[in-house]
T-cell receptor
């Protein structure tokens, strides 16, 4: 099945730094979702985006729905140790009615 | 508390045995999903159900079976035909106004010895 290209694969940053990650697809999506997964747990929904160009924040997290509808971005400001985990993007194409998941960005934050 | 529960958290089985993973939700969601997660990969869809007594194959349905007899429950059976069943299995549900937003359970880690 199709998977989204998510980058970077991993990030090692110092506490307090800002983080940026993105997802790209060859297909147009009508919905973008961002999840965070802690080790051994299920993903938790962070942000949902429904309109091209939409910019949505959730605390220190900000996500954008790309204008082309083929990409999305997630930024984390002033990272803290509990931000550690794997971040997944997911896109929904109405033609297939299924969520397509990215391969994840593993974030490590050092004090 | 409303949510999705999966049991057990860890499951060990011998090769050749069928095993059933449980998924229950009390969110009153119409749709439920099963995903498989392998190290370094994203989630891959096994089966999904948009309504009771109906379900569709996902991208990797071979070797798996499901049932949806009740709205709250969507059990997944990993059969002996699944060639590489050791993985982390995640159940999700969605419904209501935010139908596209899927909410996940805590997962079941299956190890076949």
């Amino acid at each position: 099945g199709q998977q989204l290209n998510q980058s970077p694969q991993s990030m090692f940053i110092q506490e307090g730094e800002d983080v940026s990650m993105n997802c790209t697809s060859s297909s147009i999506f009508n919905t973008w979702l961002w999840y965070k997964q802690d080790p051994g747990e299920g993903p938790v929904l962070l942000i949902a985006l429904y309109k091209a160009g939409e910019l949505t924040s959730n605390g220190r997290l900000t996500a954008q729905f790309g204008i082309t509808r083929k990409d999305s971005f997630l930024n984390i400001s002033a990272s803290i140790p509990s931000d550690v985990g794997i971040y997944f993007c997911a896109g929904l194409n109405y033609n297939t009615d299924k969520l397509i998941f990215g391969t994840g960005t593993r974030l490590q934050v050092f004090p | 508390d409303g949510g999705i529960t999966q049991s057990p958290k860890y499951l060990f089985r011998k090769e050749g045995q069928n095993v059933t993973l449980s998924c229950e939700q009390n969110l009153n969601h119409d749709a439920m999903y099963w995903y498989r997660q392998d190290p370094g990969q994203g989630l891959r869809l096994i089966y999904y159900s948009q309504i009771v007594n109906d379900f569709q194959k996902g991208d990797i349905a071979e070797g798996y079976s499901v049932s949806r007899e009740k709205k709250e429950s969507f059990p997944l059976t990993v059969t002996s035909a699944q060639k590489n069943p050791t993985a982390f299995y995640l159940c999700a549900s969605s419904g209501g106004e935010s139908y596209n937003e899927q909410f996940f359970g805590p997962g079941t880690r299956l190890t076949v010895l």
